[in-house]
C-alpha cells in the first residue's frame, strides 16, 4: 500500500463545478503539499500547510491532523484548471523528501 | 527573477551511454532535490542537498546514478550505463533555506534510452 494516497484517480467536470480531490496518508507527517502538473509537464506547488485551512483564489486546501486527510477543493472550474493534481507530504521520519501521491487527471470542459 | 532551470530539455541515449542532466536552482535556494517521474508513473524522490551539508542519497535507484552540486548551486545527475528503464523526466526543484519551505520545480529534463 502507498504511503499517499490519492482519489479519485481520474476526475472530469463541466465548468462551473465544484471539485474536490482527497489525499490520504499513512505515516506521521511534518507537511503536505498540493501540486499542479500541466500537460506540458510544468509542476507548481499549489499549497503547503501542516494544519487547518489555506485559500488562494479559488482553490482551497484543507488538512485533518488526526484522520491523516486532505482535500483540495476547486470552486468555479474553469477549463484551464485541467491538469494533474498531485498530493506529497514531508514524513516525520525523513523531513528531506517528499513522497508523493499518484496525482489526480482532472479535466474540466466547458 | 528566473526561476529553476534545467538542461538538455530533452536526451535521446543508446542504452549503455552515460547521461549527464544539470540543473540551475534559484539563486540564494539552499536545498536542491531531484526527482524521476516515469511514463504513467507517479513523482519519486531521487536525491536531496542541503547547503554543505552530506547529501540525502536514499532516493537513489542504484549505484549507476550520483549527483553533485558544486560551490552549492549548480547540480549535475549523472547516470552511468544506461538503461531502458531509466527512461523517465527528471526534475530537479529548489527552496529556500528554511525548513519545509515552498519547492520550486525546474522544467524537468525527458530522457530517452533506446
Known amino acids: 500500500k502507498n504511503e499517499v494516497e490519492q482519489s479519485p484517480q481520474n476526475l472530469t467536470a463541466q465548468e462551473g463545478e465544484f471539485i474536490t480531490i482527497n489525499c490520504s496518508y499513512s505515516?506521521?507527517?511534518?507537511?503536505l503539499h498540493w501540486l499542479q502538473q500541466h500537460p506540458g509537464g510544468g509542476i507548481v506547488s499549489l499549497f503547503m500547510?501542516?494544519?487547518g485551512k489555506k485559500k488562494h483564489g479559488r482553490l482551497i486546501a484543507t488538512i485533518n491532523i488526526q484522520e491523516k486527510h486532505s482535500s483540495l477543493h476547486i470552486t468555479a472550474s474553469h477549463p484551464r484548471d485541467s491538469a494533474v493534481y498531485i498530493c506529497?507530504?514531508?514524513?516525520?521520519?525523513?523531513?528531506?523528501?517528499?513522497?508523493f501521491g499518484t496525482g489526480t487527471r482532472l479535466q474540466v470542459f466547458p | 527573477g528566473a526561476g529553476v532551470s534545467q538542461s538538455p530539455s530533452n536526451k535521446v541515449t543508446e542504452k549503455g551511454k552515460d547521461v549527464e542532466l544539470r540543473c540551475d536552482p534559484i539563486?540564494?535556494?539552499?536545498?536542491l532535490y531531484w526527482y524521476r517521474q516515469s511514463l504513467g508513473q507517479g513523482l519519486e524522490f531521487l536525491i536531496y542537498f542541503q547547503g554543505n551539508s552530506a547529501p540525502d542519497k536514499s532516493g537513489l535507484p542504484s549505484d549507476r546514478f550520483s549527483a553533485e552540486r558544486t560551490g552549492g548551486s549548480v547540480s549535475t545527475l549523472t547516470i552511468q550505463r544506461t538503461q531502458q528503464e531509466d527512461s523517465a523526466v527528471y526534475l530537479c526543484?529548489?527552496?529556500?533555506?528554511?525548513?519545509?519551505?515552498?519547492?520550486?520545480f525546474g522544467p524537468g529534463t525527458r530522457l530517452l534510452v533506446l
Open positions: 539563486s540564494g535556494h539552499t536545498a
Open positions: 500547510l501542516s494544519s
Open positions: 526543484a529548489s527552496s529556500s533555506p528554511r525548513l519545509q519551505e515552498t519547492q520550486y
Open positions: 505515516v506521521g507527517i511534518s507537511a
Open positions: 506529497a507530504v514531508s514524513a516525520s521520519y525523513n523531513t528531506d523528501k517528499l513522497i
